[in-house]
Each structure stands twice: as structure tokens, then as C-alpha cells.
């Protein structure tokens, strides 16, 4: 952006230690949007204070913010709300400057190198099966359980490019090649946990007018892509003490399942200097509109809860 008279007098005042003079200083610069980032990136530069260079950063990321806020109201009102992209908005909170085009290449390779797998002639299992093994063994992709000290652990990029992911990370990775290849797996409402359930081909995912316990062929732990069965997860609710109700199976929306990612990234922020992000993490989860949620939604994280270790 050709910078102005107007800038010029903005930008000598970001050093005003009135915090009132600042606080008005930084509104009208955000008024000016992304446009002027590279002016404030020039000005950093250029600066000897790192007071003064906190205080440009933070200007930086505010705008950066409020792009994200855009895009992610437009993609909550999109018609169908693509699990990639919400993907992408979370590592953009990160790393603003993320190229989506290098992720969209990684996950494009998966997707093609399951693709010459398949065919119609496989069992639910055994496309299961396939996908798995090009996701953790061809790809090599290794699983975390939840560390909010490794916030990278929740990024697809960062996911793709370390190949390690949380179970969160993983898991939304699987749904995206499964939504890619019409493979009918989905996020469900385990409590405690992030687990991923194949439907059988009949069931209505629309309408939910059957018990989805009973039309889930097994159910999938995206840590590493091991396969459980109902047997399994039966003796999960007993050890948890809780009824395994519908509710419970029912899928979990591409909304619900980024809101979600949200709400335990936002985990990873909680030290005084960081603790802004947090706040906003949430206030980017609230933007997200969820239509229904089951009466016994239950998504909160607990790793020391396993359907394998009964």
C-alpha cells in the first residue's frame, strides 16, 4: 500500500506509551485491512524497539484475524461446509501465510494413492484396511495423543509435512480422503474420545431415522488406525460407566468436527502471553453455527481413555 500522509502520522505514534492514544492508533490502521500489512512489515524492519516491533506484530496479527473471521463466517454459511478447508482455516491462525496449494498437492497424492486400491468388490474392512495402510504405513504417517504443549500436533500442514499428527489431526485427515473417495466414514460422539465410525451404505445420514449404533460396522481409533468393534466399544462404556445411548453414534458434522478442533487447540494457549489466542480460538468457534447437537454430546478430549486398554 502507497503510503500516505495519514500512515506516515500512524505509524509515528505507535510508540505513544498512552495506551488511549495507541488504542485509537491501531484501530484506524486495522481500518485500512491486509492491504497495509507489507507497510508494517517494513516498519518492523526498521525498528529498534522491541516494544514497538511487539506492539507491529500484534497489529499484523489482528488483521490477519479479521480476515480470518471472514472467511470463516463465509465457509460456516457455505452450503456444504468442506472439512479441508476449515482445516486450512485453523493452520491459518498460525501461519497466516500459509500456500493451501502445497497442502491440497500432499492430500491429492494420498487420496489417489488409496484410490488405485479400491474397488467395488472390497468389504467395508478391507477399504478400511486400505486406507490405513497407505495413510500409516506407505505415508508413514505416526500418531499423538493430545499434547497442548505441541500446537503444531493440530495442523494439517504442520501434520503433512512432520507426518505426525494428534488424534484430532489424524482423524480429520481420514475423514477428508474418506469424503474424497465416498467412503463412508464419519466423526462420532464417543465420550472422551475422537473416534471415527464406517456406516453401512443404507443408512441415511440426512434423516437419522434409525438407531446409528446399529447401521456402524466398527469404529476406527485415527491415532493409528487401528479398527475396533462393537464388543470393544460396548466394554468402553461399561469401564466409563455410562449408557451407551444413540446419541453417542450419531455423526458429528464437518461444523462440529472443526468447531471442536477449535475448542482444543485453544488448549494449547493458555499462559499469560499467549492467552489471547485462546480467547479468540473461541470466539472463531462460536462463529461456527451447529443446526442440532445430541443431548448427550460429550467431545472433551481424554487420552487416558481407550476402548483397547479394557
Same mark, same amino acid.
Given at each position: 500500500?502507497?503510503?500516505?500522509?495519514?500512515?506516515?502520522?500512524?505509524?509515528?505514534?505507535?510508540?505513544?506509551?498512552?495506551?488511549?492514544?495507541?488504542?485509537?492508533?491501531?484501530?484506524?490502521?486495522?481500518?485500512? #485491512?491486509?492491504?497495509?500489512?507489507?507497510?508494517?512489515?517494513?516498519?518492523?524492519?526498521?525498528?529498534?524497539?522491541?516494544?514497538?516491533?511487539?506492539?507491529?506484530?500484534?497489529?499484523?496479527?489482528?488483521?490477519?484475524?479479521?480476515?480470518?473471521?471472514?472467511?470463516?463466517?463465509?465457509?460456516?454459511?457455505?452450503?456444504?461446509?468442506?472439512?479441508?478447508?476449515?482445516?486450512?482455516?485453523?493452520?491459518?491462525?498460525?501461519?497466516?501465510?500459509?500456500?493451501?496449494?502445497?497442502?491440497?498437492?500432499?492430500?491429492?497424492?494420498?487420496?489417489?494413492?488409496?484410490?488405485?486400491?479400491?474397488?467395488?468388490?472390497?468389504?467395508?474392512?478391507?477399504?478400511?484396511?486400505?486406507?490405513?495402510?497407505?495413510?500409516?504405513?506407505?505415508?508413514?504417517?505416526?500418531?499423538?495423543?493430545?499434547?497442548?504443549?505441541?500446537?503444531?500436533?493440530?495442523?494439517?500442514?504442520?501434520?503433512?509435512?512432520?507426518?505426525?499428527?494428534?488424534?484430532?489431526?489424524?482423524?480429520?485427515?481420514?475423514?477428508?480422503?474418506?469424503?474424497?473417495?465416498?467412503?463412508?466414514?464419519?466423526?462420532?460422539?464417543?465420550?472422551?474420545?475422537?473416534?471415527?465410525?464406517?456406516?453401512?451404505?443404507?443408512?441415511?445420514?440426512?434423516?437419522?431415522?434409525?438407531?446409528?449404533?446399529?447401521?456402524?460396522?466398527?469404529?476406527?481409533?485415527?491415532?493409528? #488406525?487401528?479398527?475396533?468393534?462393537?464388543?470393544?466399544?460396548?466394554?468402553?462404556?461399561?469401564?466409563?460407566?455410562?449408557?451407551?445411548?444413540?446419541?453417542?453414534?450419531?455423526?458429528?458434522?464437518?461444523?462440529?468436527?472443526?468447531?471442536?478442533?477449535?475448542?482444543?487447540? !485453544?488448549?494449547?494457549?493458555?499462559?499469560?502471553?499467549?492467552?489471547?489466542?485462546?480467547?479468540?480460538?473461541?470466539?472463531?468457534?462460536?462463529?461456527?453455527?451447529?443446526?442440532?447437537?445430541?443431548?448427550? !454430546?460429550?467431545?472433551?478430549?481424554?487420552?487416558?481413555?481407550?476402548?483397547?486398554?479394557?
Amino acid at each position: 500500500m502507497e503510503e500516505n500522509k495519514e500512515i506516515s502520522a500512524l505509524f509515528h505514534l505507535i510508540d505513544d506509551p498512552d495506551e488511549e492514544v495507541f488504542n485509537v492508533v491501531s484501530t484506524r490502521i486495522i481500518d485500512f #485491512g491486509k492491504g497495509i500489512i507489507p507497510n508494517l512489515e517494513n516498519l518492523w524492519e526498521n525498528t529498534i524497539s522491541e516494544d514497538v516491533q511487539e506492539r507491529i506484530e500484534m497489529l499484523i496479527h489482528r488483521l490477519h484475524y479479521r480476515d480470518l473471521t471472514e472467511e470463516l463466517t463465509q465457509w460456516n454459511n457455505n452450503t456444504h461446509q468442506d472439512l479441508l478447508t476449515g482445516a486450512l482455516l485453523v493452520a491459518r491462525f498460525q501461519f497466516p501465510d500459509l500456500v493451501p496449494a502445497q497442502v491440497y498437492q500432499e492430500v491429492e497424492k494420498l487420496r489417489r494413492n488409496i484410490w488405485l486400491e479400491l474397488n467395488s468388490y472390497l468389504t467395508p474392512l478391507e477399504q478400511v484396511n486400505v486406507v490405513t495402510s497407505i495413510l500409516y504405513n506407505y505415508f508413514n504417517l505416526r500418531g499423538a495423543e493430545i499434547g497442548y504443549q505441541n500446537p503444531d500436533e493440530f495442523l494439517i500442514n504442520k501434520q503433512l509435512e512432520s507426518k505426525r499428527g494428534n488424534t484430532i489431526a489424524n482423524g480429520i485427515l481420514y475423514l477428508i480422503l474418506c469424503e474424497l473417495l465416498d467412503v463412508p466414514v464419519r466423526a462420532i460422539n464417543i465420550p472422551h474420545q475422537f473416534v471415527l465410525g464406517y456406516f453401512k451404505t443404507d443408512y441415511d445420514f440426512t434423516r437419522h431415522v434409525e438407531n446409528p449404533l446399529y447401521k456402524t460396522e466398527f469404529f476406527i481409533d485415527p491415532m493409528s #488406525g487401528q479398527v475396533f468393534t462393537h464388543k470393544d466399544v460396548e466394554n468402553y462404556f461399561k469401564r466409563i460407566n455410562v449408557a451407551p445411548s444413540a446419541g453417542y453414534f450419531k455423526q458429528l458434522s464437518n461444523k462440529r468436527v472443526i468447531q471442536f478442533m477449535m475448542e482444543e487447540f !485453544s488448549k494449547c494457549f493458555t499462559d499469560e502471553k499467549n492467552s489471547y489466542k485462546q480467547k479468540e480460538l473461541l470466539a472463531l468457534s462460536e462463529l461456527i453455527t451447529i443446526e442440532e447437537k445430541p443431548d448427550t !454430546s460429550d467431545t472433551d478430549t481424554d487420552t487416558d481413555a481407550d476402548p483397547e486398554n479394557e
